[in-house]
């Protein structure tokens, strides 16, 4: 099993519930798959770069996980065929990324429990 990392951006006009529902697909796609969900963190509601479909705002979602190659293929076709996506963007993590990723995770785990 490889470590992956996707970030995907959700168009702005959803609704928080709406929102949720949509990360909670393609998660629970993945557990379906045989994946293995390391981290999951929503950065909320941000500004793009440069427009994309006339919006210059998205919802970003980032979520690290462990699973067998195939697994990509089935989650970047359910990613385009969902019009809530924006875009994505999933990659195998080397194990200097991995190494990296989760050095971030509990650092950010440090700062959440000292506040």
């Given at each position: ?15 928080d519930?709406q ?19 390391v ?13 994309i ?63």
């Amino acid at each position: 099993m490889n470590n992956y990392e996707t970030v995907f951006i959700l168009t702005p006009v959803l609704s928080d519930a709406q929102m949720k529902e949509a990360v909670e697909k393609f998660t629970t796609l993945l557990k379906q798959e045989g994946a293995t969900i390391v981290n999951e963190e929503n950065w909320g509601l941000r500004k793009l770069a440069y427009p994309i479909q006339k919006k210059s705002t998205g919802f970003y979602q980032l979520v690290e996980f462990q699973a067998n190659p195939e697994v990509i293929a089935k989650l970047e076709t359910n990613f385009r065929r969902d019009e809530r996506v924006i875009r994505f963007l999933t990659f195998r993590q080397d194990k200097f990324a991995a190494e990296y990723a989760a050095k971030r995770r509990n650092l950010r785990g440090a700062k959440k429990k000292q506040k």
